[in-house]
């Protein structure tokens, strides 16, 4: 479990689409459910860099339940925006090239310029967003 969050936390991290407030709200939620867990397990470890993830893979096996699912709902959730962006990212190639290739990634930049060229859109393009993007 704690593999896949690093492998889906490495993914949006480089893939940069998310909104920063869904990644601070789970992170928050992640700190929260888990700050009794890394108050008695990484009182030592600096934060920063992954080590609080890689201290919590550390002790597993002695994570709270409360925890443990806050990491498999966080891990969850990467993994379906992980498959959505990327589900985009394939069906938008060209339209992100031609017509959002100057915007910069991150903070949901190329999903407003995808949005703002409504019009000139591909079917595929189109569909992908439908499915993907939440009103």
Same mark, same amino acid.
């Given at each position: ?7 889906a ?14 990644q601070?709200?789970?992170?928050? @939620? !992640?700190?929260t #459910? $888990?700050?009794?867990?890394? +108050?008695?397990? /990484?009182?030592? %470890?600096?934060? &920063? ?18 925890c ?5 709902q966080?891990?969850s ?9 990327? @589900? !985009?990212?394939? #069906? $938008?190639?060209t339209?992100? +090239?031609?017509? /959002?290739?100057? %915007?910069?990634a &991150?903070?949901g930049r190329?999903l ?16 992908a967003?439908?499915?993907t993007v939440?009103?």
């Amino acid at each position: 479990m704690i593999r896949k969050l690093k492998l889906a936390l490495g993914i949006l991290a480089v893939a940069a689409a998310a909104p920063a407030v869904a990644q601070d709200s789970l992170l928050e @939620y !992640v700190m929260t #459910s $888990c700050d009794a867990d890394l +108050k008695q397990f /990484c009182s030592q %470890v600096t934060p &920063g860099q992954g080590r609080l993830l890689h201290c919590a893979a550390a002790h597993e096996d002695k994570l709270s339940g409360q925890c443990s699912y806050a990491l498999y709902q966080a891990a969850s959730l990467l993994e379906q925006l992980s498959v959505a962006i990327a @589900y !985009v990212a394939q #069906s $938008c190639e060209t339209e992100i +090239k031609t017509l /959002c290739g100057d %915007v910069k990634a &991150g903070e949901g930049r190329i999903l407003s310029c995808l949005e703002g060229n409504g019009e000139s859109l591909g079917d595929a393009c189109k569909k992908a967003l439908a499915d993907t993007v939440s009103e």
